[in-house]
C-alpha cells in the first residue's frame, strides 16, 4: 500500500513538493488553507493584465534527482532555461554601468579618500576571521568587510531605505534577500589578482560584469521561467497536473495535528485526516503556534510596499539582469523589474511590462510622471518612449523585516519546533535564520526528507 503524505501549504514549494512525492509514487495529499493554491504565485488582476505580485524566478537545485524532474515538469515548450550568462549577475547594472548604489557598489565612482579607506579595510579581511559574519547584525556586518566610511556612507543608507531600521538593528540574514556583500573597488588586474584568496574572492567583485569566466561564477545552476509573460503561468501550467495527481484540500484552516502509534492525525474545519508523513510548507509561525498554543507576535512588523505596474513601447535595457534595486535614498522607489525581457510578448502586445516597488508611506502627487521621469534620468527610458501606467494597477505588500529580534525569534521557533516535532513531520518552508528563502532553499528541504523517508522506510 502506498505511504500516506500530507503536504501543508499550497505555494511554489507546496506544489512542487506535492507533484515530486507522487512520482515518487506516494499518496499525496495538498492542504491549503486559502480558497486556492500558489502563494506567491498568484497574480494580481487589473482589466485582462495578470500582474505578478513580486518578480520571481526559480533556479534549479543542482541536485540531479530533483533537477530532472523540473525538466520533466517545466517543459522547453513552455518555459524558457537560462543558463549563467542570461542569470541574474546580482549587481544593478543601468546602461552597462554598475549602478554606485547597487547590491555590488561601485566604488571607483568615490573620492580617492574613500577608495583608500575601503581597500585597507578589504585587505584587511583576508586576515581576520570571519565565521561568525553570518550571525551578527548589518553594522558590524559591513563594518568587518568594508569599514566605517563604506558602512556610513552607504550601508547605512541602503539600510535605512530598506527596512526603516539602522543597520545595528538589522540581522546579517538580510544579505540572503538583498545581496550586500560585494563591491567593485579594483582596477581589473588586481581584483583578479585578489580575488584568488577565498575570503577576497567573497567581497570582490568580478570588474567586468558582463564576461564573467565560467570558473568564476560560483551558481552554475540554471533558472526557469515562463515563455509568456507572467508567474501566472507557472500556475495555470502547475495546476491541472495537482488537480489530476493530488488529492486537494482547499480552504481547510488545521486546528490540531497530533500524533498517535506514529501515525499523524490533522484535524481541519472540514475532516480529520491519518498520515504517515507530513511536510510543513507554511509558514514555521503557523506549526508553531498550533503545538505551543501561544500567540507569536513579531517584534517588527513587516512594512507596506506599494507596486505599480506600467508598458514601455521598446525592449528595456536591463543590462542583463531582470531587476534593479534603487538605494538612492532620495528616492521613494526601492526596486524595478523587467520581467518582460525574460518571456515573449505575446500578451502585451508589443508593449514591455516594468513593475515598480515603493514605500508606502512616501505620498507622491503624480505617480506617472514621477515614475516616468525616474527612468528617464536613470536613461532606462528615452523620453520619446511611451509609458503609461496600467489603471488600476496598485498594490500593497507586506515585506518581512530582517531586524535582529524578528530574525532570533524565527530561530527560535525553529529550534523549539525542531526539539518537539515527531521524526515523521518535516519543516520545509523559509527560515531565513538559516538563509534559506529561495525557492531552490526550500524544495532542496523538500529533497532531503525525502530522503529521510526513504531511509526511515528501509
Ligand atoms: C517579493 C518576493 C520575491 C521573491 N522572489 C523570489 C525569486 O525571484 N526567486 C526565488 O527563488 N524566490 C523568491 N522569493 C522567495 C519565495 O518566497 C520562494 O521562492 C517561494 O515562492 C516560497 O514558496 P512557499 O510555497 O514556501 O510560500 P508561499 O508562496 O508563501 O505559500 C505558502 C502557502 O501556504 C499557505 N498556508 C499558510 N498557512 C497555512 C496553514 N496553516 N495551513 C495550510 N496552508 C497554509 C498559504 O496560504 C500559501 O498558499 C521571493 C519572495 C518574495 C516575498
Redesign the pocket.
Known sequence: MKKKICI????????LAALFFEKKNYDVTL????SS?????KSNKSGNYYLD???????YTGIKEMDDFFDKIFTKKKFNKFFYKKKDIAGSIINKKLNPYSSFPDFKTYSKKVQKSISNQVLKYKITDHSNNFRVNLDTYFGNRFGNIAKNLVFKNISKKFWNLAPNKISSAAIKVVHLGRINLFSEKKSLRLKKNPFLNEIIAYPNQFKIPFHYIKDKTPSFYPKNYGVNNFLTHLLPMIKKKVRLNLN???SKISVINKKINICTNKKNLKFDYVLW???NK??FQLFSKKKVNLFHKPIKHQTFYALVDKKIYDGGIYWCWDYDIKNPVIRITFPNNYSSNKILKNKKIIMFEVHESTKIKNIENYLKKYLVERKIIKDNNSFKLIPNSTFT?F??IPSVKNVKLENNIISTLEKRLPSNIFLC??QLSNFK????D?IKLVYESYLKIKQDEL
Open positions: 501543508c501549504g499550497g505555494g511554489a514549494n507546496g506544489i492542504i491549503e488553507r486559502s493554491v500558489g502563494g506567491i504565485l505580485q513580486g518578480y520571481w524566478m526559480p533556479n481547510s484552516n488545521i510548507c507554511g509558514p503557523e506549526l505588500r515585506f518581512f518552508s523559509a528563502f529561495y525557492f531552490d526550500l
